[in-house]
C-alpha cells in the first residue's frame, strides 16, 4: 500500500486552479473545431492556430459578400464570444498562477 500525503487547503485550491484552466482549455479547443467546422460547410477556410482563427473571425463577419446568411453571421458572432470569454478566463487563471508561482519559494523560476 503506497502511502499518500495529505494535501493541505491551500495544495487543494491550487490544483483546483489547475483543473478548472485545463478544463477550459479544453472547452476553448472544442469551440474552436466546432467553430472550424461549422465555417467550412460555409466554404470558409478556417485557420488552424486559435490566434489566426481569432482574427479571421471578424473579416468573416465584416465581408457582405462571402455569402453568409445573417442567422449564420449571428451564430458566428456568438461562437466568436463564447471564445473570448474562454480566453479570458484562461488568462485570469494564467495570471493567478503566476501569482502562486511567485509567492511560493519551492517554485522553479525560469
Do not use: C, Y
Not at 27 to 44: C, P
Not at 52 to 80: K, V
Amino acid at each position: 500500500m503506497r502511502v499518500v500525503a495529505i494535501k493541505t487547503v491551500e495544495q487543494q485550491d491550487i490544483q483546483a486552479v489547475h483543473r478548472v484552466r485545463s478544463d477550459l482549455m479544453d472547452q476553448r479547443k472544442a469551440k474552436a473545431n466546432q467553430l472550424r467546422g461549422l465555417a467550412s460547410e460555409d466554404g470558409l477556410a478556417a485557420p488552424k492556430e486559435l490566434l489566426h482563427l481569432m482574427s479571421a473571425i471578424p473579416r468573416w463577419l465584416e465581408d457582405q459578400e462571402n455569402g453568409l446568411t445573417e442567422r449564420f453571421r449571428r451564430l458566428l458572432h456568438g461562437l466568436w464570444g463564447d471564445l473570448k470569454t474562454l480566453d479570458e478566463r484562461i488568462e485570469e487563471l494564467d495570471r493567478e498562477i503566476e501569482q502562486i508561482a511567485r509567492q511560493d519559494p519551492v517554485a522553479i523560476r525560469l
